[in-house]
Every structure is written in C-alpha cells, then in structure tokens.
C-alpha cells in the first residue's frame, strides 16, 4: 500500500524547544516539499528537495531546517528561531518535479 | 504575487454539475493548469492539469479557453463529499520554474 505518511499527526511542543516532523514515502519519488498551512489559507512552500543530499529553500525557509539523507525520508525541523511554528504542515513527493504532487494527511503542531 | 485568480466560494446541489472557474491571464506558454483539492483537515488530492487541450480523468473535467488566460474545473455529478476546497495552479512542468504555489482557493459546498 503506497504512499506517504506523516506523524504524528498532532504534535504539542513547548516554546523555545525544537521539533522534527517525520515524512516517510514508499513511492520511489525523486522530489519531496514541505509546506505550512495557517487557517484560512493557503499552502506556502517551506523546503523542497529534488534528489537525495539535496535540497533548496521555498518562499518560508526561516527557522525550519531538513535533511534528505535517503530518497524515501525528508524529515522537517522547527527550530525555535521560527516565530510563530503552530500550524498545519504537510508534506509532499512526485515523481520528479515535473509531475503532480502526493501529500500526507499532515501534522498539526502547536508551540504553548 | 498570485498567479490566479478564484472566487472565495461557491455552492452546488448534489447531482448537479459544479463549474468552478479559475482566472490566469498572466499564463506563460510553458505553464500548466493544474487543480488540487483539499478537504477538511486532510492533505490535497491531485486532481487534474493540462496545457491547452481540455482533458478528463475520472473525477473531473479541464476546459482551458483557447487564448488560455482562464479555465474552469467540472465535477459532472457533484457528491456531498465533493465539499472541499479547490486550488488551481499554474506552473510550468518540470525545469528550475516549476513550483506548485497554492493560494486560497474556492470553498465548494456541495448541498443535499
């Protein structure tokens, strides 16, 4: 059964601490992304990456950080340079990144 | 700088035909139309794109006008769990442009 997964799929951190969000796919995609979504809004784009030891910025990057260590993981760290971290994040892949995206059903994390 | 323009919301009576439009008059000619959708709480679900032919899955129909600056999304029978929010996207396909930016979307609700 393939797809992506994301968890936990609610997370509760306190301020000032850092926390990683897992994104795991068994789709033998090339390209992830990590986006955030605040109420009422759309999805803005923090990291992708293309390939694996790879990875670029998207319009969001401050105070988030990633590795892509290996094709099927591209785990997200909330740092806490990241002023206002509670939000819904989700996670992406596609083939390559000339084709549709695939997204997790997400993570809600809230900073108290 | 939003690259289409949507209505905030419609409604549709279940069985009958939803036509959401989506407004692109900046589209360059190597630029997509793609559609997501995302129900509530849950990640996007691809749903269709194309470039200047209109297309059909089995979930919806693509017809892009042909000086493609505009496109409308049909659901031919629309279901209650239809309700969603439905993004419509412009990039290009693969190369160092391709991003998939999400803006705000139309909240369709589907009424019984």
């Known amino acids: 059964d393939g797809g992506i997964t994301q968890s936990p799929k609610y997370l509760f951190r306190k301020e000032g601490q850092n926390v990683t969000l897992s994104c795991e796919q068994n789709l033998n995609h090339d390209a992830m992304y990590w986006y955030r979504q605040d109420p009422g809004q759309g999805l803005r784009l923090i990291y992708y990456?293309?390939?694996?030891?790879?990875?670029q910025k998207g319009d969001i990057a401050e105070g988030y950080s990633v590795s892509r260590e290996k094709k099927e993981s591209f785990p997200l760290t909330v740092t806490s340079a990241q002023k206002n971290p509670t939000a819904f994040y989700l996670c992406?892949?596609?083939?390559?990144?000339?084709?549709?995206?695939?997204f997790g059903q997400g993570t809600r994390l809230t900073v108290v | 700088d939003a690259k289409t323009t949507q209505p905030p919301s419609m409604d549709c009576a279940e069985g009958r035909a939803a036509n959401l439009p989506c407004n692109h008059s900046t589209i360059s000619g190597n630029e997509y139309v793609y559609w997501y959708r995302q129900i509530h709480s849950q990640g996007p679900q691809y749903i269709i794109h194309g470039l200047k032919n209109n297309e059909t899955n089995e979930m919806a129909s693509l017809i892009i006008t042909e000086d493609r600056k505009s496109s409308t999304l049909i659901l031919p029978h629309a279901t209650l769990r239809d309700t969603a929010v439905y993004y419509c996207?412009?990039?290009?396909?693969?190369?160092?442009?391709?991003?998939?930016?999400f803006g705000k979307g139309t909240l369709l609700t589907v009424n019984p």
């Open positions: 996207i412009v990039s290009p396909r693969g190369g160092s442009n391709y991003k998939l930016t």
């Open positions: 992406a892949s596609s083939i390559d990144r000339a084709t549709e995206a695939f």
């Open positions: 990456s293309q390939i694996v030891n790879d990875f």
